[in-house]
């Protein structure tokens, strides 16, 4: 039996609307078929939505679900697993391609990265997106169904109605309709699909019921994500923008902490470091219009605690990247082999649980805890202040155009002074500052012209790109040289290990220098003729804005 | 994915019903299950309900024009599919002798189900003809109903000796007694001497009862409209004989192996 053509409701949420609307549609059906119950009792069944905590299955239009030992992915595909689907029958009630792998032994309600799938037709569909996050589940949902045949003259099944009962933690959902096909009988189907709608009451379900689900759980889809998506206004005052900005932030970095604390996968410290650094370059850039609780000695407390918060982290994400790239790492290699590199690896994983451990002391601790509570407390004032101060000249359009063209020439100024010759510290330097550039785009981004800030951005990326790839493998070089005197000093490494080790510090110098060769093309694509004409343009005052 | 055939030079002994139910247990125990009713007489479609017809007949099937996933219609069972008859496959010998390969055309039309497919059946039309020959070639295993006789045992020697000279894939032969009846003593006394004395013989037995006779009333499988019938019990048992047995071994040659040898059934 495939899946749902369509799905209806009824309208009014009482027992009777529901009771008289099931004997139209039963009625009307008998008029063109013979109706008999399954031979089955109802089935119960339940279904748990997978997602990363992020929301990149759905985010892709992509629905991922876990059945009796089964995982079925829907949604928008590439156009060869769509044909592939649709060769074998199988769509879902929209028409969307459905791929299914069975699984063994997989219990829905624990995350498990997405690596860990076992090969199949769904992790090959999703594990470039879904790497390196964990799947998550989302919701989990109880249902009843109930089958009644649809028969023909000779008293075959053409096609099925199902009425699907539903509850999520414990909350029942509206009952739903719908008409399954029989495959070879699409005709039948459809034309029972059409006897439905046409009952009194009766009317089409809007969607699969995934935003009910979610609502009854007090959530909605793609409520996580890392971007800024500070809802700030151009005309809002400069200093309410900048708390509604760093509230936002905070959120974000206190989503995520749950999910270091177990250890689910590496994004989740990866999105905390993230807020943390945009906390720190907002305090740089924006904490002079916070009212009068930011500057000054608190402002010296909160850029001292973030530091720390930041520090806190590093040594785990550090161990991170290179357990990331360890694939690829090993893969590079010309003269060792592979296997040669797994003490590092198992060193690493050693090295990583030793750090997380004193990360997670870290989250746990009473420090993190005040600076957070303290932090919230503070920018729910200064976005008080805000409002309280209406006649504040400033505006958030006023304090974007200032602090974003400030950081761009200090970007400009500073790029412009290194040459061949600049030691590396002034591209490590140079770095940080485009990422408050970043940053400060980012914070306004809801202000801005999307074309004329996509231009922009992607200017920036690609500068940023050649940076982070300079800095990053210079960082690698220096802690390679350093784990392996740590490993020398707990002895009995191999040599073929350190080989290995020195042949990968080989590759990442020969990137380090192509990036530093294409420094000078990058930054004058940037920050040239074009680069500031385009950036004027994203500056440039709309008509009707304030300031 | 893998394909059963049941095959028989004669009529009536039980190659319909057999695939019936054995297709029917391989989808009840969660197996992506199609059979494919080659006998133009359609008995397993009219079980099934299944209006034996086919579009394009069974020339678009053999020429390709019409895929066999097309032809596909869905059983009242979940994960049962069947492709019907059609009267047109009274003419399949003269349709595959046309083909390229003409001994391995089945084989070739049925490998792309491999990805939606976990078994498929044959169910065969009693003859000795092209058309068994290509059977013969795709399946992996050959269901081979017997009725407790002498000359049965000489038509298993023939087929055993046939699929032996082989020089590629050679399916496996499960041969099992069909329309037994205790009270006969030649049965009684062949059903003995076969299910102990030849390893192709499955020890489970299908009795003639008359609950099997009445699946063309019912236009259903015995395993569903008496599940605990002594005949539902027996296809149980023999499903499992079946499961029980080893994958074909590959031949020399590498895995998969080439299909076919050079032996011929039909001169």
């Known amino acids: 039996m495939t899946p749902a053509l369509g799905g209806f409701a009824v309208a009014g949420d009482a027992a009777p609307a529901w009771d008289r609307a099931m004997t139209d549609v039963m009625s009307a059906l008998r008029s063109a078929f013979t109706t008999v119950p399954e031979r089955t009792a109802s089935r119960a069944q339940r279904r748990t939505w997978l997602d990363t905590f992020d929301w990149r299955l759905y985010r892709a239009g992509l629905r991922l679900e876990y059945v009796a030992g089964e995982l079925r992915l829907a949604g928008a595909a590439s156009a060869s697993a769509a044909s592939a689907a649709s060769a074998t029958g199988a769509t879902t009630a929209d028409g969307a391609a459905l791929t299914r792998q069975h699984v063994t032994g997989w219990r829905p309600a624990r995350p498990r990265l997405a690596e860990s799938l076992p090969p199949g037709p769904v992790r090959d569909r999703i594990i470039r997106l879904a790497s390196p996050r964990a799947l998550l589940p989302v919701a989990t949902v109880s249902s009843t169904v109930t089958v009644t045949r649809l028969l023909n003259d000779d008293g075959k099944t053409v096609a099925r109605l ?226 309280r101060r209406r006649a504040e000249r400033r505006t958030a359009a006023g304090l974007a155009a200032d602090r974003t063209g400030r950081a761009f020439r200090r970007v400009v100024r500073q790029g412009a002074a290194i040459t061949g010759s600049s030691p590396d510290e002034s591209l490590h330097d140079l770095r940080k500052r485009c990422k408050e550039l970043r940053y400060v785009l980012e914070f306004f981004a809801p202000l801005h012209q999307p074309a004329a800030y996509g231009k922009v951005v992607g200017d920036l990326k690609r500068l940023q790109d050649c940076l982070g790839e300079f800095q990053d493998t210079h960082v690698q070089i220096e802690e390679i040289r350093a784990l392996a005197g740590a490993m020398l000093a707990e002895g009995a490494v191999p040599a073929a290990t350190l080989l290995a080790m020195g042949e990968t510090m080989a590759g990442l110098a020969s990137r380090q220098r192509a990036a530093r060769a294409e420094f000078e093309q990058r930054f004058a694509a940037f920050a040239g003729p074009g680069g500031r004409r385009r950036m004027s343009v994203l500056l440039a005052p709309a008509a009707g804005d304030p300031e | 994915m893998r394909v059963y055939a049941t095959y028989n030079i004669k009529g009536g002994v039980g190659k319909t019903t057999a695939a019936v139910n054995l297709a029917h247990l391989a989808a009840q125990d969660g197996l992506r299950t199609l059979l494919w009713d080659l006998d133009p007489q359609g008995a397993a479609s009219f079980m099934f309900r299944v209006k034996p017809r086919v579009k394009g007949g069974g020339r678009a099937l053999i020429r390709g024009s019409r895929t066999l996933d097309d032809a596909i219609k869905g059983t009242d069972f979940d994960g049962l599919d069947l492709i019907p008859a059609d009267f047109t496959y009274r003419n399949m010998d003269l349709l595959l002798g046309g083909a390229r390969k003409p001994t391995h055309r089945l084989a070739r039309l049925l490998a792309p189900l491999a990805a939606s497919c976990d078994a498929v059946f044959l169910d065969c039309p009693p003859s000795i003809s092209l058309v068994s ?72 037995t299908i009795p003639a009862l008359s609950v099997i006779e009445r699946m063309s009333v019912e236009r259903a499988p015995v395993t569903v409209f008496a599940p605990r019938s002594q005949a539902a019990r027996a296809y149980r048992s023999l499903w499992s004989d079946l499961r029980a047995l080893e994958p074909v071994a590959p031949p020399a040659g590498g895995p998969g192996g080439k299909r076919g040898g050079q032996s011929t059934l039909v001169q």
């Open chain 2, 133 to 204: 020959e290509n059977v013969m070639h795709a399946a992996d295993v050959l269901i081979v109903p017997l009725i407790p006789t002498t000359l049965s045992v000489r038509t298993l020697d023939q087929l055993t000796g046939f699929v032996a000279r082989f020089d590629g894939h050679r399916p496996r032969i499960l041969a099992f007694l069909s329309m037994a009846d205790r009270r006969k003593k030649l049965h009684r006394e062949m059903t003995q001497e076969l299910s102990t004395e030849r390893a192709v013989v499955s020890p489970t």
């Open chain 1, 162 to 387: 199902l009425t699907t009962r539903a509850s999520v933690a414990g909350a029942d959902l509206p009952p739903r309709l719908s008409v399954a096909e029989v495959r070879g009988y699409p005709g039948q189907a459809r034309k029972a699909a059409r006897i439905v709608a046409l009952a009194t009451g009766v009317s089409p379900a809007v969607g699969d019921g995934f935003a009910e689900i979610l609502g009854a759980l007090g959530r909605h889809p793609g409520d996580y994500s890392n971007k800024v998506d500070a809802e700030i206004t151009a005309h809002m005052p400069a200093g309410r923008a900048a708390a509604v900005v760093l509230l936002r932030l905070l959120d974000t970095l206190e989503a995520n902490v749950d999910g270091v604390l177990a250890d689910i996968d590496t994004e989740f410290l990866h999105d905390l470091r993230v807020s943390v650094r945009r906390t720190r370059s907002a305090l740089k850039l924006l904490g002079d219009v916070l009212g009068d609780s930011v500057p000054g000695e608190p402002g010296r407390r909160y850029h001292d605690e973030f530091k720390w918060l930041g520090d806190l982290t590093t040594p785990t994400r550090d161990l991170d990247v290179h357990l990331l790239g360890f694939g690829a790492m090993a893969a590079g290699l010309a003269a060792a082999r592979p296997a040669d590199l797994e003490p590092f690896r198992a060193f690493l994983a050693r090295r990583r649980a030793r750090e997380r451990r004193a990360l997670a002391r870290g989250l746990r601790s009473a420090r993190f805890r005040v600076l957070t509570e303290d932090w919230r407390k503070t920018l729910l004032e200064a976005r008080d202040a805000g409002v």
